[in-house]
């Protein structure tokens, strides 16, 4: 009898509870992933093992671990380190929001969140926080679900995981974003454009956005923009080949400006028309547009 394996893709998913872990199991499951929930970070080789088997393979597989361990990191990375000794090369999607968000989640539903003990609803939430720091730092992607709805949740596992539409394997969020409302927590990389001169000024220009061509050609008729755009995007193509060859597949380019509206807009989108014309798939996010 043969003894072959193929080797499955495998996703580990992961991050805080009540970010969406769910959603995104349910949303690989209908990609026909083959998923499985609450699994012990112990059991992630025998779960490959047993997928990599000829008769029957499975060819990819993502598997729920969250901190219901409390050596949740240690085991997690005892589980990896095993498992890329054995060739198979897994990744780590970590679901991140913010307190608020938690706390709202959880009250909706009216269940204690697993850490909280006798304790309050946001001193479970710290705790988790603080377990599972360590994974978030080396996750391959991050996704903040702060603000996000279960359909566009489950757009963001689409975009991530459909089928490959662009010849590189690398995926890239650009997100355009206010400084005054903060920085986005998922940011891989984050570009400033307040060096270029504000539309806000400029009372025609005000009303609109970046996505007009008014502002748009404001923005990179300004002295420094085209300059900017194509040393960064000298930047981006280095960065993106060494992250091919270190095997990361996610980027989140973060672009700002002060309230998110103009440069950044016009700014985000150029970087991402020149991110696609050197074939990485690439999806935009406006996060701040229309907060005014």
Known sequence: MSTDKQIPDIVIITGMSGAGRSTAAKSLEDLDWFVVD?????????MADLGGRVKDAVPRIAVVVDVRSRAFTEDLH??????????VHPRVVFLEAGDADLVRRFES?????????????????A???ELVREVRAEADLVIDTSGLNVHELRAKIVSFFGPDTGE??????VVSFGYKYGLPVDADLVVD????????????????????????DYVLSR????EFLDAYTEVLRLLAEGYEREGKHYVTLAVGCTGGKHRSVAM???????LRDDGIDVQVAHRDLGRE
């Open 38 to 46: 609450n699994l012990p970070p112990a059991l992630l080789a025998t």
């Open 78 to 87: 005892s589980a990896i380190a095993e498992l890329e000794a054995r060739g």
């Open 109 to 125: 539903v009216r269940r204690p969140h697993p850490l909280q003990d006798d304790g309050r609803l946001v001193d479970g939430i």
């Open 127 to 129: 705790r988790e926080r």
């Open 168 to 173: 590189s394997s690398l995926r890239a969020t």
């Open 193 to 216: 454009c307040r060096f270029l001169p504000n539309p806000h000024w400029v009372p025609e220009l005000r009303p609109k956005t970046g996505r007009d061509s008014a502002v748009r």
């Open 223 to 226: 002295r420094g923009a085209k």
């Open 268 to 274: 985000a989108e150029q970087l991402a028309a020149r």
